[in-house]
């Protein structure tokens, strides 16, 4: 019986970053972390950027247990870091691989939930002030 083939490809966000969610999370843990300053957010960021960097070394070892020589080969031409495969001359940017209807919509996510930011204090306080009215009664 004939069994799949699974190829692994270096296209697309993989020429950036082997790992981009996890880079993502890293990245948005620092700057959170940075921008709340408590010590409670740096407590979680710690952790979870811990986290984070934990589950790219988990990644990496199951590829390499699953797909052998082929991620060997995927890992000596992309990079975890963004754009240091890039940079080092392992991978060439190709523009066209990001410009799809997808990538939009991204984008346009991106932007309203920057916009959205500022609605962030009034809304705490609404559900503080909803909150203390239900307590008291």
């Given at each position: 019986m004939l069994k799949p083939q699974v190829?692994?490809?270096?296209?697309g966000i993989i020429r950036i970053s082997r790992?981009?969610?996890?880079?993502?999370q890293i990245l948005w843990?620092?700057?959170h972390g940075l921008w709340i300053g408590s010590s409670f957010m740096l407590v979680t960021?710690?952790?979870l950027i811990g986290h984070h960097i934990f589950a790219v070394w988990h990644g990496d070892r199951?590829?390499?247990a699953r797909f052998g020589e082929a991620f060997d080969e995927l890992k000596a031409n992309t990079s975890i870091v963004p754009f240091?495969?890039?940079l080092d001359g392992r991978q060439q940017l190709q523009w066209q691989e990001f410009v799809r209807p997808a990538q939009l919509g991204i984008a346009i996510a991106v932007g309203v939930?920057?916009?959205?930011?500022?609605?962030i204090p009034t809304a705490a306080g609404l559900m503080r002030n909803s909150a203390?009215?239900?307590?008291?009664?």
């Open positions: 190829r692994l490809y270096a296209t790992h981009p969610q996890a880079i993502g843990c620092l700057t960021c710690v952790g199951r590829s390499k240091a495969a890039v939930f920057w916009w959205a930011h500022r609605f203390l009215q239900n307590l008291l009664g």
